[in-house]
T-cell receptor, first 110, second 121 residues
């Protein structure tokens, strides 16, 4: 059982389309982070959200932290093939353990 | 910036042997390091939390006698897969967080190693 559940698990879209990835938990997190990972490499940090209701933008990526700090979303506008990868949310759970979400595999077709 | 080095990046071992993977924080001290395992197309599963100078804390379902973790210094943690079997073949990644750790701070982050591919034949 994952502490952080992501949806959808897989997403295949055409270049130029918009998409949203969700990260949900029944637990409250002091902060949540989003990562992108390429096959065979370590995950790369995209953003950290700290405050409930916080919205952060990183070029075409918009991140939101839920008001109750139990969930987060990642919205990509006008997706490009370079956005293809595994997207992971992560957060510090109980006893300061760092858990990853179940992951969303995104494929953007040219 | 902070760097975490993991070694080896790829290792092939025979079934029944043991293999050690090292995780080093190169320019910062890390009281805590995390070890993850990742199967193809899946997320990173936390195996254990490695604390310097004390025993590692293992996640439910992870055999502590099979996956030995040692955190002897503030810059080095090792994961030893003992009596390896083909089903242990996986991508193993470590991460380390700087001291002091303040998860509420936006700029505070965790640094990841490059990962180690283990193939047991």
């Amino acid at each position: 059982t994952q502490l952080l559940e992501q949806s959808p698990q897989f997403l295949s879209i055409q270049e130029g389309e918009n998409l949203t990835v969700y990260c949900n938990s029944s637990s409250v997190f002091s902060s949540l982070q989003w990562y992108r990972q390429e096959p065979g490499e370590g995950p790369v940090l995209l953003v950290t959200v700290v405050t409930g209701g916080e919205v952060k933008k990183l070029k075409r990526l918009t991140f939101q932290f839920g008001d109750a700090r139990k969930d987060s979303s990642l919205h990509i506008t006008a997706a490009q093939p370079g956005d293809t990868g595994l997207y992971l949310c992560a957060g510090v759970g109980r006893v300061n353990k760092f858990y990853f979400g179940s992951g969303t595999k995104l494929n953007v077709k040219p | 910036g902070a760097v975490v080095s993991q070694h080896p990046s790829r290792v092939i071992c025979k079934s029944g042997t043991s293999v050690k993977i090292e995780c080093r924080s190169l320019d910062f001290q890390a009281t805590t390091m995390f070890w993850y395992r990742q199967f193809p197309k899946q997320s990173l599963m936390l195996m254990a939390t490695s604390n310097e100078g004390s025993k590692a804390t293992y996640e439910q379902g992870v055999e502590k006698d099979k996956f030995l973790i040692n955190h002897a210094s503030l810059t080095l943690s090792t994961l030893t897969v003992t009596s390896a079997h083909p089903e242990d073949s996986s991508f193993y990644i470590c991460s380390a967080r700087e001291n002091p750790w303040t998860p509420q701070v936006s700029g505070n982050t965790i640094y990841f190693g490059e990962g180690s591919w283990l193939t047991v034949v």
